[in-house]
């Protein structure tokens, strides 16, 4: 059984990592250890979504989509997934990532379309986004390409159990249903503030070693129950 994120990488995303070329597999995993917070591994879908971003073959905001209809699956999430997780958050006035133009971002690289027009058809209707805002949603979202397919676990790799490992006592661990964990993050915040550290390094505008050292800095704000906000 795996013990790291390297063992994990090596045993169970080899063949989403092998057409990388080493460099960008070093990125991979790189990114991945530092966003690793303790708890259940990232999964596959998870890895296969930031190589995706990485590599360009979806867009910045289509992943972060992405991680919202992650969120917007969890238990304690407003109905309606990722969508309505966002749509409720804009209704109560808490604000996805700082400002209204991310929110609209958000909703706007949104995969589930059939779910998205009618959800945002019903926030024009009762006031909550204006008819220009939600014809460039679903302008915009309607013009994407659709998220590749997960690629499944190689039928000769037999699956780690649920939740594996354990989740790490301090730190949190956010599942979904169907085996999606959003690394073992103690909170949305603490992984948006940690995907920002991430990304910064990935671009090469920070360097690695400080990137560490705010990732560490983060844990602990977050095991103190006070947000960092070196990542900004």
């Not at 070329?21 to 250890?33: C, F, G």
């Not at 998220?147 to 989740?167: A, F, S, T």
């Not at 169907?178 to 671009?203: C, K, M, N, P, W």
């Amino acid at each position: 059984m795996p013990r790291t994120i390297a063992e994990y990488a090596d045993a169970y995303l080899a063949d989403l990592l092998d057409p990388l070329t080493a460099d960008m597999r070093h990125v991979i995993v790189q990114s991945l250890t530092m966003g690793y917070l303790g708890g259940p591994f990232p999964d596959r879908e998870m890895v296969q979504r930031l190589i995706e971003v990485q590599t360009g073959r979806i867009t910045p905001a289509q992943y972060d989509s992405w991680v919202m209809e992650s969120v917007g699956r969890l238990p304690t999430a407003e109905p309606g997934g990722g969508i309505g997780h966002i749509l409720g958050r804009l209704e109560n006035g808490y604000e996805v990532g700082g400002t209204r133009e991310k929110m609209l971002e958000l909703l706007s690289a949104m995969d589930d379309t059939t779910s998205l027009v009618p959800a945002i058809t019903d926030a024009a209707n009762r006031g909550l986004l204006s008819r220009a805002e939600a014809d460039a949603v679903l302008s915009a979202a309607l013009s994407l390409p659709v998220l590749p397919p997960v690629v499944p676990l190689p039928d000769d790799i037999e699956p780690l159990p649920d939740n594996y490992p354990p989740p790490t006592p301090g730190y949190g661990c956010v599942s979904i249903p169907a085996g999606t964990v959003i690394h073992g993050f103690a909170t949305l915040d603490a992984y948006q503030a940690s995907r920002e550290i991430i990304h910064r390094v990935s671009a090469g505008e920070l360097d690695p070693a400080e990137g560490e050292q705010m990732l560490e800095a983060l844990k602990s704000d977050y095991i103190a129950g006070e947000p960092s906000t070196d990542a900004g």
